[in-house]
């Protein structure tokens, strides 16, 4: 049983056909739930709607940082609509990105438009994904400062049995695709955060992923896919899809030293009880 908690149906017609063709063979295989990402309101509200064709496609709603000059007071709003669809598990992704930056883009306008939607999260005590690229210091910052690790956040949530003395905190905040270091992911776990990642840890040079997998009790860590993008090895340079992330989580048993079928196990029951999933 497989959980990707991050890939993309909805972001252009392709992606689309993606899903239709993963529908197609998805009972042949491994792969159990997919979470469907937003990353605007359209592909937000399509998310929604293509989560409520398939029983094992759940949504997220949210802007992704490259995205919030789009966002205005109203279209806030129309997301706390969304968040309120059965199958609508997370407000995400939302966050910081300084890494694709364009010249006419503004820090301080990604700043306010994560600020808001955290704030949205909290009101409706949601969990939330992130998106965070060479913005740690500020992302932490905000996140902390927006009550998104307050007491008040953690105690909607039930405690998780804690690992190595840490990890018992749940504000349900998510590292999507976690590239940082491993000492800032064990100070996210502390603070109550969990981490998710991607197909670059099956890379050759995948340093940093592989020291945080080693470094965070496996009941803590999520395996994603983010397709059809950073397809991981050996199908490198492939479209991705989410019948991939059995590399992923192949990959977290080889360095815990686990078997196959214990890392699909936990990051599958780690996934369904981050996003709410009762079935």
Request: aromatic share 8%; with cysteine; glycine share 6%.
């Given at each position: 049983?497989?959980?990707d908690?991050?890939?993309?149906?909805n972001?252009?017609?392709?992606?689309?056909?993606?899903l239709?063709?993963?529908?197609?063979g998805?009972e042949?295989?491994e792969?159990?739930?997919?979470?469907?990402?937003?990353v605007?309101?359209?592909?937000?509200?399509?998310?929604?709607?293509?989560?409520?064709?398939?029983p094992?496609?759940?949504?997220?709603?949210?802007?992704?940082?490259q995205?919030v000059?789009?966002m205005?007071?109203?279209?806030?709003?129309?997301?706390?609509?969304?968040?309120m669809?059965?199958?609508?598990?997370?407000?995400?992704?939302?966050?910081?990105?300084?890494?694709?930056?364009?010249?006419?883009?503004?820090?301080?306008e990604?700043?306010?438009?994560?600020?808001?939607?955290?704030?949205?999260?909290n009101?409706?005590?949601?969990?939330?994904?992130?998106?965070?690229?060479?913005?740690?210091g500020?992302c932490?910052?905000?996140?902390?400062?927006?009550?998104?690790?307050?007491?008040?956040?953690?105690?909607?949530?039930?405690?998780?049995e804690?690992?190595n003395?840490?990890?018992?905190?749940?504000?349900?905040?998510?590292?999507?695709?976690?590239?940082?270091?491993?000492?800032?992911a064990e100070?996210?776990?502390?603070?109550?955060?969990?981490?998710?990642?991607?197909?670059?840890?099956?890379?050759?040079?995948?340093?940093?992923?592989v020291?945080?997998?080693?470094?965070i009790p496996?009941e803590?860590?999520?395996?994603?896919?983010?397709s059809?993008?950073?397809?991981?090895?050996?199908?490198?340079?492939?479209?991705?899809?989410?019948?991939?992330?059995?590399?992923?989580?192949?990959?977290?048993?080889?360095?815990?030293?686990?078997?196959?079928?214990?890392?699909?196990?936990?990051?599958?029951r780690?996934?369904?009880?981050?996003?709410?999933?009762?079935?």
């Amino acid at each position: 049983m497989l959980f990707d908690s991050h890939a993309h149906f909805n972001i252009d017609k392709k992606a689309e056909a993606d899903l239709e063709k993963l529908a197609a063979g998805i009972e042949d295989s491994e792969l159990s739930y997919v979470m469907n990402i937003g990353v605007d309101l359209e592909t937000s509200f399509l998310a929604c709607e293509q989560a409520k064709r398939y029983p094992w496609c759940y949504a997220t709603v949210g802007v992704h940082p490259q995205d919030v000059h789009k966002m205005d007071d109203e279209e806030l709003y129309a997301l706390k609509t969304l968040a309120m669809e059965d199958k609508v598990k997370a407000i995400g992704e939302i966050g910081l990105d300084y890494f694709h930056m364009g010249a006419t883009e503004d820090k301080e306008e990604q700043k306010e438009w994560f600020r808001k939607q955290i704030r949205l999260a909290n009101e409706i005590s949601m969990p939330i994904a992130i998106h965070c690229r060479e913005a740690d210091g500020d992302c932490l910052e905000i996140l902390k400062q927006e009550g998104a690790f307050s007491k008040e956040r953690i105690a909607k949530f039930p405690a998780r049995e804690p690992v190595n003395g840490i990890g018992e905190k749940d504000a349900r905040v998510l590292l999507h695709c976690y590239s940082g270091s491993s000492e800032l992911a064990e100070e996210y776990v502390k603070l109550g955060a969990t981490i998710s990642i991607a197909g670059p840890v099956t890379f050759k040079n995948a340093k940093k992923q592989v020291k945080t997998v080693e470094r965070i009790p496996i009941e803590f860590l999520l395996a994603e896919t983010d397709s059809p993008f950073l397809t991981p090895e050996p199908h490198r340079g492939e479209r991705n899809t989410p019948l991939n992330v059995k590399f992923v989580v192949a990959k977290f048993a080889e360095i815990k030293g686990i078997t196959y079928e214990e890392a699909a196990a936990v990051t599958c029951r780690n996934a369904k009880r981050f996003y709410g999933i009762e079935d």
